[in-house]
């Protein structure tokens, strides 16, 4: 069964740095890799995906994301770090042969942007 | 405007009651998902219709029933069996595109008091 894993519940980092949050999957066959972003008490936002096509995927709020085969990784990054990007963070993976099957997730990484 | 309306925000049960989560949606999606949140477990799928008449279990349907009687709702029912309830449930919706993002509703506090 495919699956998602984000190895890191808390990341910190200071305002005006880079930032990475990572993430790893597992499936047979081409995933399809998505990352979406969580603020307090709302519904999850969507930021990018990855279907096919370039490894370096850019998406909403300056974000992009990395996809590795060979690692089988969709780490998401940011060249500069604000305070207002401090959230939730899932990445999630979707496998199949229907755009209706669901989306898998994984436990989600805590972002905390210091000023 | 589209999107995915979730009520309501908030939602207090008593213990032993049954209650119901509603979730609408204006975006002609043919599939509909619910979702289970408690912190540090990410989400987990509840139950999903890809289709009018039709769903399916996820992961922890126990003590959760759907219906879909129509293309833009998706009721979630939690019954008296369910446990421990107490969670925020979010609601989603994909067109039916392989490469298409799922769209998600605000969700709803659950608390049991």
């Known amino acids: 069964a495919q699956s998602v894993a984000q190895p890191e519940d808390q990341v910190n980092v200071a305002e005006g740095n880079p930032l990475t949050v990572k993430c790893t999957y597992s499936?047979?066959?081409?995933?399809?890799l998505f990352w979406y972003v969580q603020y307090p008490n709302r519904g999850l936002q969507f930021l990018l995906k990855?279907?096919?096509?370039?490894?370096l995927v850019k998406g909403s709020y300056g974000f992009e994301a990395e996809f590795n085969k060979s690692q089988t990784s969709f780490h998401l990054k940011k060249p500069s770090a604000l305070v207002s990007d401090s959230a939730l963070y899932f990445c999630?993976?979707?496998?199949?042969?229907?755009?209706?099957?669901?989306?898998?997730f994984g436990k989600g990484t805590r972002l905390s942007v210091i000023a | 405007d589209g999107g995915i309306t979730q009520s309501p925000k908030y939602l207090f049960r008593k213990e032993g009651q049954n209650v119901t989560l509603s979730c609408e949606q204006n975006?002609?999606?043919?599939?509909m998902y619910w979702y289970r949140q408690d912190p540090g477990q990410g989400l987990r799928l509840i139950y999903y219709?890809?289709?009018?008449?039709?769903?399916q279990k996820g992961d922890i349907a126990e003590g959760y029933s759907v219906s879909r009687e129509k293309k833009e709702s998706f009721p979630l029912t939690v019954t008296s069996a369910q446990k421990n309830p107490t969670a925020f449930y979010l609601c989603?919706?994909?067109?039916?595109?392989?490469?298409?993002?799922?769209?998600f509703g605000q969700g709803t506090r659950l608390t049991v008091v």
């Open positions: 989603a919706s994909t067109p039916g595109s392989l490469n298409t993002e799922a769209f």
């Open positions: 499936v047979s066959g081409n995933p399809y």
């Open positions: 990855y279907i096919t096509g370039d490894n």
């Open positions: 999630a993976v979707r496998h199949g042969s229907s755009g209706n099957t669901p989306l898998v």
């Open positions: 975006l002609n999606h043919d599939a």
């Open positions: 219709s890809q289709i009018v008449n039709d769903f």
